[in-house]
């Protein structure tokens, strides 16, 4: 039995999904980080479970020709857990997702995927939502990798110049738990909320942030859901509607609609003559949906729960359904409750393949085929990826919603 803590030499093998690669040590597999496919390193053990371990590269012995020196003094074995690839350059990080993207949806969805992840051309100073953890001394930082420890920061690369203006990097705050700052890269606004160690919270900044995306302006609480990238909003509302081609008069669902993002664009889409109905279960995404909304006269949002809403059959038949859940998917059960809505087409917005993959086989078993995916680095350094699927009815003959994957 291989002890933790034991070093070892490994070739390692392709990438694997969570921001590592895989390697094997006789019949042990080794998710490796810090490493890239092709490399020799030799390797220190942080975890050993009875099928698998985990490690943390030691030395590269021989290096990947797509390893490069990390920005950032954390961003390294041992250091801070928040981004995953800085070792490597940014067009080889969107080669890795596109590997993992394609694995995931071979392995769970049975499919055959061509997308490759494209990039946005910002890859650093891009993440407009940071929450910090605080260390026995207060000092603001991020947790190890898999671990309750707090490695203290003293600036962030992948923070957003806004959020860097908030300066809680470099204080001691004793009495907070958790610090999250909220920006706004189009407003230039944040919003500082501290929790407390023994509980509550207290605010400081802007008491609500504004957002511009085509030109349209959106209220956003500081906690509300709002995408961290500052071309992310853009690009997934363009790439939705290009694919899903929202006709006048059709009847749509925003389903998790947070602060209102498709709901809007999806309600100019169907004109006067159509139907949108915007789902939220957040209350407080829910106010700023209805102010955001307040003057499209063809949306209805709605705060409920969208797995209840589906499956108590709230929700009326519709033609098109734009779909955009947190990192738990949709889930079989509650894709079969939107299939039996029959939408003609659904985007679905997802921010884990895997569980997209699981959720796209649902789709297959429920007479939905996989028309197009997309996929954006909208999270760069990171493991993270968000991927468009298009779902189509089989069976429609509708050329137009008819897409090549
Ligand atoms: C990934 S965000 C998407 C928000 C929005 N589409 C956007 O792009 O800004 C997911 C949203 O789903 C909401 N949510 C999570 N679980 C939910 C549930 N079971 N029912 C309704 N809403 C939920 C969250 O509050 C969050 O606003």
Known sequence: MIELGATLTLDVGPV??????????????????????GE?????????????????????VEPSAHRVQPRCPYAVPGGCGGCDWQHAEADYQRELKTAVIREQMR????????????????????????RFSTDPGGRAGFHRFRSSEVVAVDRCPIAHPVVEAAGVEGRRRPEDEAIEVAASSS???FAVTEFRR????????????THTVRGRTFRVS?????????????????????????QHGDRAVDLYCGAGLFAAFLAQAVGPSGRVLAVEGDPAAVRDAAHNLRDLGVVDVRHADVGAALRRGAIESIDLAVVDPPRSGLTPVN???????RPRAVAY????????????????DAGYRLGSLRAFDIFPQTHHVECVAILTREGRRDARHAAVV
Do not use: M, N
Not at 43 to 59: D, F, G, I, K, N
């Open 40 to 60: 020799r390193v030799t390797a220190r053990l942080t975890e050993v479970r009875s099928r698998y371990a985990r490690a943390e590269v030691v030395e590269v």
């Open 222 to 246: 500081p906690r509300t859901f709002w995408q961290v990238h500052p071309s992310a909003a853009e690009l997934l509302v363009d790439a939705v509607l290009a694919a899903l081609r929202p």
């Open 335 to 341: 894709v079969s409750a939107l299939a039996a809505l």
């Open 107 to 130: 392995r769970l969805a049975g499919v055959d995927a061509a997308a490759s992840v494209e990039g946005t051309g910002l890859d650093w100073a891009w993440r407009t939502r940071v």
């Open 198 to 209: 023994g509980g509550g919270s207290r605010r400081t900044g802007a008491r609500r942030l």
């Open 16 to 37: 694997a999904h969570g921001g590592c690669c895989v390697a094997r040590h006789g019949d042990l597999v080794v998710f490796v980080r810090h490493a890239l496919p």
């Open 349 to 364: 917005v997802a921010c884990d393949p895997a569980a997209l993959a699981r959720d796209l086989a649902a789709f297959a």
């Open 187 to 189: 407003s230039g606004e």
